[in-house]
């Protein structure tokens, strides 16, 4: 398979050199349930080179609904190794590796990458993945969806201690509004990777009035305390 007939649309949005540096980025994305495999599917598509996946959470029937890259043959398999499988089924030029671990295991494996990306779904891993990135100098994005509603925000030197460490558990999620923010989540990612201007540390915030209007709001972060 040809990549310049694979990647066609991209290479004629931003041109061959652009789409070849790709090749050269290496991704983490946290979590391979919903926001996951919305992100794995996008990005591993994209031409990104390597793309790391880490979840230690087998499919569940429930989950199904709302996790794209899962089939009902799926049931009790581990989620990482698992979306690995379908996007190096999908394509062809890219490297990926689940890794069927908790974040902090992951955490100490000593890799380096150049952005990685939050598909958790609850706030003391996400900051755990603020702390990782903060000491390695690695940008991140984080995502979060409950409902129809969900945010996003790129963080590089935003302080991920606004955000109240909880043990809140959402009441439902509908299955398209976490396609919606996971898309969101991997045009930000993917616009970085290639070079493309993004606005960082801003809270991007998207939910549906009761009239059915989609509203999107962004805030500033405040920056972290440097030590």
Request: a neutral charge; hydrophobic letters at 40%.
């Amino acid at each position: 398979m040809v990549p310049e007939i694979y990647f066609k649309r991209q290479i004629q949005l931003w041109g061959e050199a652009t789409q070849k540096s790709l090749e050269k980025k290496k991704i983490a994305i946290v979590g391979g349930g919903g926001l996951g495999s919305t992100l794995a599917l996008a990005l591993g598509t994209s031409g990104i080179g390597q793309i790391h996946i880490v979840d230690f959470d087998t499919v569940s029937l429930h989950n199904i609904h709302r996790q794209i890259a899962f089939t009902l043959a799926d049931e009790g398999k581990n989620k990482a190794k698992t979306v690995a499988r379908l996007i190096e089924k999908k394509s062809p030029f890219v490297k990926t590796e689940g890794f069927d671990m908790d974040f902090e295991a992951f955490s100490k494996l000593g890799n380096r990458y150049d952005l990685i990306l939050d598909a958790t779904d609850n706030l003391p891993v996400r900051e755990m993945i603020d702390s990782y990135a903060k000491q390695t100098k690695t940008p991140w994005i984080y995502a979060s969806v409950e409902e129809f509603n969900g945010q996003v925000c790129f963080f590089e030197e935003a302080n991920f201690q606004v955000f109240n460490i909880s043990d809140h558990k959402p009441g439902g999620i509908a299955a398209p509004i976490v396609m919606h923010i996971g898309s969101l989540q991997a045009n930000l990612a993917l616009r970085y990777l290639a070079g493309l201007s993004v606005l960082k540390d801003k809270l991007y915030y998207l939910y549906f009035n009761q009239e059915g209007e989609l509203i999107t709001q962004k805030f500033g972060m405040p920056k972290a305390q440097k030590c």
